[in-house]
């Protein structure tokens, strides 16, 4: 049995504290919060083979240099002569190609698939209910462009052995009855299932501290005890904690945690805002993503819709631009006329930051300066969708066992 430190309470640490956990370890996670208010809980909750395309894509670039000056605009890059960012940017310049596109959608689909496995065998472990539903997903599109794309899309998804269909808007008001959709066709992609974010993260955190899972709440970390070529402490401005293994999985702020240990991985946080229904006067079976609108809409928990989108690239001490919502909520309006949902006062509305790499392949794997160190993130816009998944590779790493698919894409390292 090792002791092994788990730094960051999202779902990626708090699926790889499961698994780690179940294997036989004792399991410390330190967050620098308080295991509340992280980047899971306002997720669109979408479990999601269908996302087999990365962040990094061509025309991308473009798209952010037109809709830079427009405060409602879905994806932001904010400028800047920061190093991290500039380094960033142009190793995601260089990765938003067909070439890198086409090598990616195997390993995410892998991942996927791998994630939505253990999820549906999370839902048969007692006492733990996070609205687990597997209704497949609409990808809704309005224009032309948008109808030529999907059927790109739906070739490629028959490719990679996903079930996927193409629907007329006949077909898709089919699925709709409650409600009016304005949209020439949609996607379905039957292979995904979505969940209710804030039952799975607290359900999860109740499991955990059952099993004897120690959890270290609003301890930032801020540095490493190493002896050679091991990390032997982690160390917090409240406390030292010895540690067999480290794992870090600390979303957005990974890319300073890893350079504590000499490691140098290249990202940014990208910032998404969503406003939540909680009693919802509209209904919808399945969730959706409005493709020209590029917005998220998922009904959860049996009475609730949560809408959410946007990408802001900008350090995570920027302050939130909540005009962003209003672009959100008036994506929803030209999709779906009937839904009229005023923006609401900003206490209603949440944010997180997503960890972006520079190719939209999450990092995963062990670092090469020190031996018992692995790092688990950069999972961007999929974290929830890809946690279950990562964090038994993440057991499989510690245990040197053999993993459940091929991590080589994943290599931390392999911009160095």
């Not at 079930?163 to 709709?176: F, I």
């Not at 079976?285 to 946007?310: Q, S, W, Y």
């Amino acid at each position: 049995m090792k002791h092994i430190v788990i730094i960051g309470g999202g779902i990626i640490g708090l699926s790889s504290a499961y698994y780690l956990q179940q294997s036989g370890h004792k399991v410390t996670i330190i967050d620098k919060d308080d295991f509340l208010n992280n980047c899971s809980y306002g997720n669109a909750g979408y479990v999601c083979p269908s996302h087999f395309i990365p962040l990094a894509t061509p025309g991308i670039v473009w798209k952010g240099l037109k809709w830079m000056l427009n405060a409602q605009s879905p994806f932001y890059v904010q400028p800047s002569l920061n190093s991290a960012l500039i380094d960033w940017g142009v190793k995601f310049v260089k990765s938003a190609n067909r070439q890198q596109v086409a090598k990616s959608a195997v390993p995410l689909r892998d991942i996927a698939i791998l994630s939505q496995k253990e999820y549906e065998g999370w839902t048969r472990l007692p006492g733990f209910d996070f609205s687990y539903e597997h209704k497949g997903l609409l990808e809704v599109f309005q224009t032309e462009a948008g109808e030529e794309h999907s059927r790109h899309i739906v070739e490629r998804a028959l490719e990679l052995g996903l079930d996927t269909l193409l629907l007329s808007a006949d077909q898709l008001q089919q699925l709709e009855p409650q409600t009016k959709i304005i949209a020439r066709g949609a996607i379905l992609f039957k292979c995904d299932a979505h969940l209710y974010p804030q039952k799975l993260i607290s359900g999860m955190i109740a499991l955990l501290r059952e099993k004897g899972v120690t959890f270290i709440p609003n301890q930032p970390v801020t540095g490493f005890e190493k002896n050679g070529v091991r990390v032997k402490k982690v160390v917090t401005a409240r406390g030292v904690y010895d540690a067999d293994e480290i794992i870090i999985a600390t979303g957005a702020w990974s890319r300073e945690i890893a350079a504590l240990v000499n490691t140098k991985i290249p990202m940014m946080p990208g910032r998404g805002y969503s406003v939540t229904l909680e009693n919802s006067p509209y209904r919808l079976n399945h969730p959706a993503v409005l493709v020209e609108g590029r917005v998220a809409i998922t009904p959860m928990d049996g009475n609730k819709i949560r809408f959410g989108g946007t990408m802001e690239v900008v350090p995570t001490t920027t302050p939130p631009r909540y005009k962003r919502v209003h672009g959100i909520l008036s994506a929803v309006k030209r999709y779906y006329p009937e839904f009229d949902i005023p923006v609401p006062s900003q206490d209603k509305i949440w944010y997180g930051f997503r960890p972006c790499s520079a190719d939209g392949l999450p990092y995963i794997g062990r670092i090469k300066n020190y031996r018992n160190v692995t790092i688990a993130t950069g999972h961007a816009m999929l974290g929830l969708s890809l946690g279950a998944g990562t964090g038994k590779l993440v057991r499989e790493i510690v245990n040197e066992e053999r993993p459940s698919m091929d991590i080589h894409p994943f290599r931390v390292e392999r911009f160095n």
